[in-house]
């Protein structure tokens, strides 16, 4: 009824010799050696018996001279921002102020807290027995 009941006799090894090896396992056997080797075009690694057709792949696509796509550039084009994507943002603060400035406000509000009218000191809290 379907149960596939016939397999579960056999042993795992029997199953496996059962298996019908892939077309990529056909084009494409698994390495023969453990040993790595480094590929000298994009430093990734390889096995021994790889690297050479590895090789000859990496050196044909490192050898394509596409330019970059730039979706930017391509959103830009018809629109009135087109006119300003070469133009150089320059922001009127600067970075590099920024301790000094933090600085000046952490000494202004200390002198504050110092200076401050008797009104305005924080009251103790008075002790309620009831």
Known sequence: MGSGGSKKNLEPEDKWR?????VHELTNPPPQSIELVLCGICNRSFARDRIERHM??????????RQEFDMKEKRLIGTEAANY????Y???S???DWKKTHDEIIKNIRAAKK???ATAM??????VIG
């Open 18 to 22: 059962e298996r019908r090896p892939s």
């Open 56 to 65: 000859d792949v990496c050196a044909k696509t490192k050898k394509n001279d």
């Open 85 to 88: 994507k070469d133009v150089e």
């Open 90 to 92: 320059t922001s009127s």
């Open 94 to 96: 600067t970075k590099k």
């Open 115 to 117: 200076d401050r009218p």
């Open 122 to 127: 924080p009251k103790e809290p008075e002790l």
